[in-house]
């Protein structure tokens, strides 16, 4: 669970709108909804320049965004960025389901794969800069399965992560969203004792004549849910005695 930060951990505030900063000092999740195609809580970074002018260049219908800030006081920046790269650990997570008001599970399989997508072992980075691509399967409570392209960098104390379907979505026997027209955009900041999470999640999809609500409310689960995976991850990782 993520905890509420000291007062004194404000490196990365200056980066995020003025009427976020409170929120931030307590450690909590800023959730926000966007139609004009421009996000509002990317960081003012180079990283966050990216993300704006890329999902303003993709038009998206609608996305959503995430904001948290949790400590991590033992957590090194190597650790935080393999634990992204663990994809296998996203199976079986859970996220609220709003339309039936429980707990379902989210990724029932999740993993990487080779050029013949076979499964593969998670990769794992060993020092820093570091980039690079990876191909994944994932199969979801919404979308069954699908496959996507994650591409990641670590420089310095930013972590990004870009991840776009490189198959077409289906909603039941609708296919509702093509290959590369649903990107999620995460950015980690790493201070000495916190982390600031960013994630965005933008769709291009067809008309969702009388679904539009439900539709963008899983949207909404999928990124909450990527926020609690990576929180609990870090936090598990920096508990583990040293070797």
């Known amino acids: ?37 421009t996000p509002a809580l990317a960081p003012a970074s180079p990283a966050g320049d990216r993300i704006r002018a890329a999902i303003e260049d993709n038009r998206p219908r609608f996305g959503v965004e995430v904001l948290g800030r949790f400590e991590a006081v033992e957590a090194g920046g190597l650790e935080i960025y393999n634990a992204l790269l663990a994809v296998s650990s ?4 859970t996220y609220h389901s709003a339309s ?23 990769p794992v980075a060993v020092r820093v800069p570091d980039s690079r691509e990876v191909a994944v399967f994932q199969r979801d409570a919404t979308f069954g399965g699908n496959y ?3 591409r990641y960098s670590f420089t310095g104390d930013t972590i990004t992560l870009t991840a776009t379907n490189t198959s077409t979505m289906t909603y ?3 296919p509702l969203i093509r290959s ?31 679904m ?3 539709v963008s409310a899983s949207f909404a689960s999928r990124i909450r ?15 583990r005695p040293s070797r």
């Open 1 to 37: 669970m993520a905890l509420p930060l000291a007062a004194d951990s404000v490196e990365s505030l200056a980066l995020f709108p003025p009427d976020t900063h409170r929120a931030l000092e307590a450690g909590e999740l800023i959730e926000r909804f966007f139609t004009s195609g």
């Open 90 to 93: 996203l199976e079986g997570i």
């Open 100 to 122: 039936r008001d429980t707990g379902r599970t989210f990724y029932h399989e999740s993993y990487a794969v080779d050029s013949r997508r076979n499964r593969i072992d998670d």
């Open 148 to 150: 996507y392209v994650y």
């Open 172 to 174: 039941g026997i609708l």
């Open 180 to 210: 590369g027209n649903f990107t999620t955009h995460v950015v980690v900041l790493i201070e000495p004792d916190a982390v600031v999470f960013y994630g965005v999640g933008a769709v291009r999809t067809l008309p969702v004549f009388g």
């Open 212 to 214: 539009e609500d439900r």
């Open 225 to 239: 849910a990527i926020y609690s995976w990576f929180s609990d991850s870090v936090l598990d990782r920096s508990e």
